[in-house]
């Protein structure tokens, strides 16, 4: 039995191989051993040229014996996932490669052998590095815009309260003399016809102006981001592992961090 796995998945991984060198995406293919047992077989020539690593130095050797242990540990963890599920994994990542940090959109893809076991790892990895500097960038942008949309709206507020309060009191006082007017039996106050018409374009002016504030207002309103945000399931676990990676790849620090999932917008 063990011949015979071994005769199907060189047969089986070479296929895969032949195909990968074929392919413009970088493409890496492991070898599963058992459950906790992963060694890669190949690199494809254009993962070569993308990451800077050696398929050749790296065949036959463990994430372990070729990577920083933080680094081996998040990927481990990674591809253990797709052996336990049994099924496809994808996710994005951001790894210190030999040409650099570099954020991938990785897929993982199980690789049976007749009686179901996973036998391999089909894995292709695409550079979206250039994507994700245009998220931060846009991410960085719309949350200046937004504080600057808060200032605005702050502003527009105060400065309509600071409006509305002096306009008010001339409608009310405007209210009052013209209610005295009427209301005086003994004629002792005489308002004529020039000053009733004074009287009334002050009414009006006060009605038009508290009229336009509310119109700033609603205006101002009308310019907040109010667009609903796409939230996602996020795997913090996975994040913290790639940036601990980063910072303390060798692991000459104790660094602990929860292993938990968020609903949040992705960037």
Known sequence: VRAKLQIFLTSRLAERIALADKVEVPIFILEVRGEEDLIFRSLNSYHEKTTGMSGAAIAGKSPHEILPQRTADSVTAKYLTCVRNKAPFSYEEVLE???????????????????GRIIGIFGTAVDITDRKERE????????????????????ASMAAHDVRGPLRKIRVIHDLITSESEAAEDGSLHIGTGEVELFGSIASITSSALDHVDRILSYSRALELSAEPKLEEIDLRMLYSDLVGLVDADAQFSITYPDVHVRSERI
């Open 97 to 115: 490669l030999p040409k650099g940090v570099i954020w991938w959109q990785t897929t993982l893809s199980p690789i049976f052998f007749d009686d």
């Open 136 to 155: 931060f960038a846009d991410a960085r942008q719309i949350a200046e815009l937004k504080a600057l949309n808060e200032e605005i709206n702050t502003y």
